[in-house]
């Protein structure tokens, strides 16, 4: 007997494959944050305040010129070095004297400039014994002290400044020149270390010369040096 082939045996099955790309799965995107990187920032940098200009030091006195502008100056000692009248106002430069701080200091001031202020205090338009007392308690407050120029035993000029009364030696005030005559145990001279030495003759008093004068002028002037150091 021969084979007998059945179509059903000789069908073929076919089998559909899906062709369709797998799907490739991703991670999701991170949500942990990185680390900020740090920036170094620059630290602010402390500028000091700018300091304040330096007061000047002595007394300041504003002049009217002869064309009625203010001018400052500025006097660093006794003497200043001009005269004026005491008796009117305004108080007015009558006089440059030969010694002072005019002279010494080549100051522009000339006669017949008006003082209109000491130290910004306004004293044209006062009358005149408010107008002096207010020029020397600016005077004294400014320049404080009273200056004595000595001449020593080697007959060098010796400036010795005293800061208050009283002086702290004593002079023979009947005889010209006044010479120290004795360092007393209070006084000036002995709290202050002051170098004053007996004998030593008194040449100046703020800058005045007293050293040629009569005894009873030489006086006078050490008086009134001392009044106006110390009103």
Do not use: H, Y
Not at 127 to 142: G, Y
């Amino acid at each position: 007997m021969g084979n007998i082939c059945s179509a059903e045996e000789t069908r073929t099955e076919v089998i559909a494959i899906d062709k369709a790309p797998a799907k490739i799965e991703t991670e999701p995107p991170s949500t942990v944050q990185k680390p900020e990187e740090k920036v170094d920032k620059a630290e602010p940098v402390e500028t000091a305040a700018p300091e304040p200009p330096a007061k000047p030091q002595g007394l300041k006195i504003t002049f009217l010129n002869a064309k009625d502008e203010a001018v400052d100056v500025i006097f660093e000692k006794k003497p200043l070095g001009f005269r004026f009248a005491s008796d009117k106002t305004p108080m007015t430069v009558s006089a440059i004297s030969d010694t002072g701080c005019v002279k010494e200091k080549g100051l522009d001031v000339q006669v017949g400039w008006k003082i209109k202020a000491l130290n910004d205090n306004n004293v044209l338009d006062v009358a005149p014994k408010e107008a002096i007392d207010k020029f020397q308690s600016s005077l004294q407050d400014s320049l404080p002290g009273l200056r004595i120029t000595f001449l020593n035993e080697r007959e060098e000029a010796v400036d010795v400044i005293f800061e208050k009364k009283p002086l702290g030696f004593k002079f023979a005030s009947d005889k010209t020149p006044m010479t120290v005559s004795a360092i007393t145990d209070t006084g000036c001279v002995k709290e202050k270390g002051l170098d004053v030495q007996v004998g030593w003759k008194i040449k100046a008093v703020d800058g005045n010369e007293v050293l040629g004068m009569a005894p009873k002028q030489a006086l006078d002037k050490f008086m009134a040096s001392i009044k106006t150091s110390w009103p």
